[in-house]
């Protein structure tokens, strides 16, 4: 295997500078990378190498996250960050694509399949939930709680969620001991110092509060999979607390024929299953990428 750079580009769509990992060669089957809170394209910067020898890897930051623009005057909703998504494709000249698709990039993902299922070849979802019975019910009640009624008592147990401590806790949470050494805590410090830009409060309280716009969608969600028959596997580190095992294992209730593994690690699988998630996806993608 050869070990192909890694850019580190940005392009401007709607006036907003996206910031955007590119790895692969130009002509290769396209797998566009959609991270998850409260990270960015980071999260991705052990599995792009084992990867671009075959695909061409696109890894943007969201909005509002990793060193793209994070203006204080967008609304920032996960519709309107799907569309952003939509249109940055665009700019790239995306018009075929295998999506990996996690937390956040999830509803990103799946919000861009509903608008163009023409677009996508494959759905590779690492911890990336489209089902109820995924929601860890600990992790999700301070969320729930402010979904429901934002008030300054809701959004403080929120606030906590972005917190060093509530990041690493994201990190950390379901990992067994013999792969705790595996974790890098420059991850969680990476986030946490992204987190505590000046209007990163607003940006992350807005975005959290919406969420609720995600599980209305959940049955769309749901019937795309059903009358798609899109190809998806499922790579999910079985001791994340965010979303929990049960929403792996949902896909094959609308999608029969979905791959489900899952893996002893949390929910950033990616710090410590990099190698194996990424011999997971080169064999699916060989099956599916072209479709």
Avoid: C
């Amino acid at each position: 295997m050869s070990v192909l750079p890694t850019h580190h580009r940005t392009v401007t769509v709607r006036g907003h500078e996206i910031a955007y990992r590119e790895a692969g060669p130009a002509d290769a089957p396209v797998l566009l990378l959609l991270h998850g809170f409260p990270t960015s394209s980071h999260m991705f910067r052990d599995l792009i190498p084992l990867l671009a020898d075959d695909y061409r890897l696109i890894a943007p930051d969201h909005l509002g996250f990793g060193r793209s623009a994070a203006p204080q005057d967008f609304d920032y909703t996960f519709a309107a960050l799907a569309e952003l998504t939509s249109e940055f494709t665009e700019a790239l000249g995306l018009d075929r694509f295998a999506l990996y698709i996690q937390d956040y990039g999830s509803p990103i993902g799946l919000r861009l399949a509903l608008a163009h299922p023409e677009r996508i070849t494959a759905i590779v979802t690492q911890n990336g939930n489209a089902y109820e019975e995924g929601l860890g019910a600990e992790a999700w009640a301070p969320v729930l709680a402010l979904i429901e009624k934002r008030t300054p008592e809701t959004e403080g147990p929120v606030r906590a969620i972005r917190s060093l401590d509530g990041i690493r806790w994201q990190y950390e949470t379901g990992v067994p001991a013999e792969y705790r050494d595996l974790l890098s805590p420059d991850a969680w410090h990476h986030d946490a110092i992204l987190m505590a830009r000046e209007g990163q409060d607003a940006i992350q309280l807005g975005l959290i509060a919406d969420y609720g716009s995600n599980f209305a969608l959940y049955p769309a969600f749901q019937e795309y999979f059903r009358t798609s028959r899109v190809p998806l596997l499922a790579v999910w580190g079985e001791g994340d607390q965010v979303f929990v095992p049960a929403g792996a294992e949902a896909f094959r209730r609308d999608l029969p024929d979905a791959e489900i593994h899952l893996l002893p690690t949390g929910h950033f699988a990616l710090e410590t299953h990099a190698p194996a998630i990424a011999e997971l996806i080169g064999d699916f993608l060989k099956r599916h990428a072209g479709e």
